[in-house]
Structures are given as structure tokens and as C-alpha cells.
């Protein structure tokens, strides 16, 4: 059974440990924090001993070999071993798949085996995961959805002793902007400037700094989810922050470019499972371009490509007009059928 990593934490404060964990997703912050509950609940059960094994240098893999040799070798120092392999890929590859399932299928008493791994989609399982899910537990860290972060927000601010109102809440998130590491270090600081007072809006406003990440592929994902107002605030944050229309524009086109193309699949009756395969979009992501096709017809999409191309002749000075405008009002049309309108006007 897979689990959240929230609740693989609470499960390892009572009971004894299983003989093997896989904990992988994209959010770091909540696969660091489930391994490092399971690491702390071994230190609990007497668990002293730790090996990490990992690619190293030029090393494409890690030490299969020398991990098979600590599987089958006992301890010198103590009753039980706590092995930790790291897959920032989440693929073991063909050798590292079948050795953890053959330390799966006769887990030694004397070790506790920790996968954790830094990408993770439902393309990443096989026989290795579910090996381990028969005899242990796979807790994945799904990225948290926009409509998610406030109930995640304010559940980490409860777990701290933190009360807060509903709109200081929602500052917070809009502050971080999906950032959970920032809201991580936030929270722990109100906590300590806090305490059991309850924390309201203006309150928020004054202790806690804007850390929003503005980068252009949460830019790209406000707009394929259909979140005007982000687009707006996160394009006005990376122009302050001083990046240039030419190094946003590349990742924009190729994804009306991919949107487009799903488009006309979707609208001839294809196969779009099978596209977005061959396109590589993940699991995670396949429900935002679900809903982006929802908005617009094929030929609008083409439309807007064309519109990607005149904010490009604008960066380059062939064309007039003001591509920060521009640009805006393409991604606003992307996340609002009603703001294609805008792309007709000529005030650019």
C-alpha cells in the first residue's frame, strides 16, 4: 500500500521497524523528513550502524557489488544494520533492480534497507518497488497540487503549536508559492516568534518574507492549470528579479508547441496516453494538460504559438511592441479562455 510520507512518519513512532522502506518523489523536503523519521526510529530501536551507497564521481551506478557483500555479511558492531541506498534518478537499473529484490525475498534479520530516490513517477515501478512494498512500505511525495498547499500550510503550522486564521493562512501560501521548503523554514520561525497566540493576517504580513520561487516552469504550470492571477504576479517576479523574455520564451513555446500537438491528437480521437509517453510527461503532470486541452481547440492552441512566435520577434527588436506585455498576455490566454481577446488589441 503506498502511503503519504506524513503518515509514514506518524507509523514509525509505535511497532517495530519494517524490513525495508522506498521513499522517492520531487518534493525534497518531505522525503528527507519521512527518511529521516525512519532513520531516527532506528536509532530508537538500537539501530547504530549506517551504510549509504550511492553513484560516486564517474560512477553512473552505485557499488552493486559491495552492497551485495554488506547484505550477506554480519555486523561487527552491532545486531543490526541500517542500509541506506540513494537513487536520485528512482532507476536501479537492471542490476540494482534484481538485487534488492533478492534481498526482498529473504530480507536478512540484521538489516533495515532505506531506498530513497529524488524522481519518482508510476513509470519508475517494477518488480524491485514492489518487492519491497510486500515486505516493507512505499511512501511517494507527490508533488502538492495548488487547491493543497493551504490544508498543508496549515496542518505544518498546527504540528508546531502555531493557531492561525484562515486568511494569514492564505498569505502564507501566496508568500512561498509552492516552495515548501521556504514554508518549512517560515513556519518553524513563527513558531518561535509566536508561540501560542493566534496568528492573524496583519501579524503574518509583518513576520514573514516573500520567498516565492519565480521560475519558469511553475510560471508554465500556473498557466496549463488555469491560474491567471499567478501568471500575472510570477511574470512581474521574474522581471523584477531581471530575466530576460528571451530565456523564458524557449520553455513557453515548447510547451504550447507539446499542447498543441495533444490538441489535435485529443480532437481526431487519438491515443494521448500513448502521446504522452512518447512526449515523456510524467504521471503527475498528465492531469494539467487534461485540463488545459479542456479550454481551447486545436486551432487556438496553434494560434497561440503564433503569438509565442511575435513576442519573439518583439525581444529581438523586429517587431514593435513591449514583449513583457506580450508575453503576459499569451500565458493569460493559455490559463483563460476569455483573455484571448487580449492578444487582438494593439496597445502592446
Known sequence: MELKPEQLVAQLGSGSLSPAYLIAGSEPLRVLEAADAVRAAARAQGIDEREVFEAEGNQREPDWAAMKATFGAPSLFATRRLVELRLPTGKPGKEGGALISEFCAQPPADVVLLVTAGEWSRKHAGKWSEAIGKIGKIAIAWPIKPHELSGWVEQRLRSRGVRAEPDAVQRLVERIDGNLLAAAQEIDKLALLVGGDRLDLATMES??????????????????????????????????????????????????????????????????????????????????????????????????????????????????????????????????????????????
Not at 500575472?232 to 520553455?251: D, I, K, N, Y
Request: proline share 4%; charged share 25%; glycine share 6%.
Open 207 to 348: 513576520l514573514v518574507a516573500d520567498a516565492a520561487r519565480f521560475d519558469v516552469f511553475r510560471l508554465i504550470d500556473a498557466a496549463m492549470n488555469g491560474q491567471p492571477a499567478q501568471v500575472s504576479r510570477m511574470l512581474a517576479g521574474l522581471r523584477a528579479e531581471g530575466e530576460a523574455v528571451p530565456a523564458l520564451l524557449g520553455m513557453v513555446v515548447m510547451e504550447l508547441q507539446r499542447t498543441a500537438a495533444l490538441a489535435r491528437i485529443k480532437a481526431r480521437g487519438g491515443n494521448l496516453s500513448a502521446e504522452f509517453k512518447a512526449q515523456r510527461v510524467w504521471d503527475a503532470k498528465q492531469p494539467m494538460y487534461h485540463r488545459a486541452l479542456q479550454r481551447h481547440s486545436p486551432a487556438h492552441w496553434d494560434a497561440l504559438v503564433s503569438q509565442a512566435g511575435r513576442v519573439d520577434r518583439m525581444a529581438k527588436g523586429r517587431e514593435a511592441g513591449d514583449p513583457w506585455v506580450a508575453l503576459e498576455r499569451v500565458l493569460l490566454a493559455v490559463a483563460e479562455p476569455r483573455a484571448v481577446r487580449l492578444l487582438a488589441r494593439a496597445d502592446v
